[in-house]
C-alpha cells in the first residue's frame, strides 16, 4: 500500500541531545513536508521541499534541520537549540498542487 | 491577524442536525482550500479541497467558498457521534510546485446523542 510512514510513533529527548524523526512515502510525491502541532493548536510549518537536495525553511525553522537525498525520504532532526521541543510532529507529502496527506506523527516528549 | 481563523469551539449539535464550521483568511491571492479531520491523538485526515466560489459536496459534506468574503464554510449534514472531531481549515499559499499551506487552529466539533 502506498503511504507515508513516520518512525518511532514515540521519542524521547535528554538535555542537549539531537534526535532525527524519520519520514519515508512511497507515493513518488515531489514535495514533502514537516509541520508541528502543540496542543490545542493548528499546524506550523518547520520545513518543506519541492525536489531533491533543496529544501525551504517554514514559520518556525529555528532549532530544526532537515535533508532531502532521496525522494523517498525527509528527515526532521530537532537540535538542542530548540528549546521546547514536546509537540506532536507530522510529516506531509503532496503532488503538483494537490492536496497534501499526512504520515500518523512522531510525538516528543523531553526527559 | 491571523492568517486563516476558526472559532475553536467547541461546537455542539445534536446527532442528525447540520454541523456549520467557518473559517475566515486574510491572503487575497489564495487558491486552495482544504477541511482536514483530526481525531485527538491523530494525524489530519483530507476530507474536502475547494478551489472555485461556490459550493461542493461530498456526501455528507459540503464547502462553501466565497473568495470575494475570503471564507470558507463546512457543512456537514446528519450529524453522527464519529464525526466528533477537530476540523482543520487550510488555505494554500502556493509557494513554486509545493502546496504551502495555512492552518487554521481548529474546530472542535461535538456530536451529542
Known amino acids: 500500500d502506498g503511504g507515508i510512514t513516520q518512525s518511532p510513533k514515540y521519542l524521547f529527548r535528554k538535555e542537549g541531545q539531537n534526535v532525527t524523526l524519520s519520514c519515508e512515502q512511497n507515493l513518488n510525491h515531489d514535495a514533502m513536508y514537516w509541520y508541528r502541532q502543540d496542543p490545542g493548536q493548528g499546524l506550523r510549518l518547520i520545513y518543506y521541499?519541492?525536489?531533491?537536495?533543496?529544501?525551504q525553511k517554514g514559520d518556525i525553522a529555528e532549532g530544526y534541520s532537515v535533508s532531502r537525498e532521496k525522494k523517498e525520504s525527509f528527515p526532521l532532526t530537532v537540535t538542542s537549540a530548540q528549546k521546547n521541543p514536546t509537540a506532536f510532529y507530522l510529516c506531509?507529502?503532496?503532488?503538483?498542487?494537490?492536496?497534501?496527506?499526512f504520515g500518523d506523527g512522531t510525538r516528543l516528549s523531553i526527559l | 491577524q491571523k492568517e486563516v481563523e476558526q472559532n475553536s469551539g467547541p461546537l455542539s449539535v445534536p446527532e442528525g442536525a447540520i454541523a456549520s464550521l467557518n473559517c475566515t483568511y486574510s491572503d487575497r491571492v489564495s487558491q486552495s482550500f482544504f477541511w482536514y479531520r483530526q481525531y485527538s491523538g491523530k494525524s489530519p485526515e483530507l476530507i474536502m479541497s475547494i478551489y472555485s466560489n461556490g459550493d461542493k459536496e461530498d456526501g455528507r459534506f459540503t464547502a462553501q467558498l466565497n473568495k470575494a468574503s475570503q471564507y470558507v464554510s463546512l457543512l456537514i449534514r446528519d450529524s453522527q457521534p464519529s464525526d466528533s472531531a477537530t476540523y482543520l481549515c487550510?488555505?494554500?499559499?502556493?509557494?513554486?510546485?509545493?502546496?504551502?499551506?495555512?492552518f487554521g487552529t481548529g474546530t472542535r466539533l461535538q456530536v451529542t446523542l
Open positions: 506531509a507529502s503532496s503532488i503538483d498542487s494537490r492536496p497534501q496527506h
Open positions: 521541499s519541492q525536489i531533491v537536495n533543496d529544501f
Open positions: 487550510a488555505v494554500n499559499a502556493k509557494a513554486g510546485t509545493a502546496s504551502k499551506l495555512t
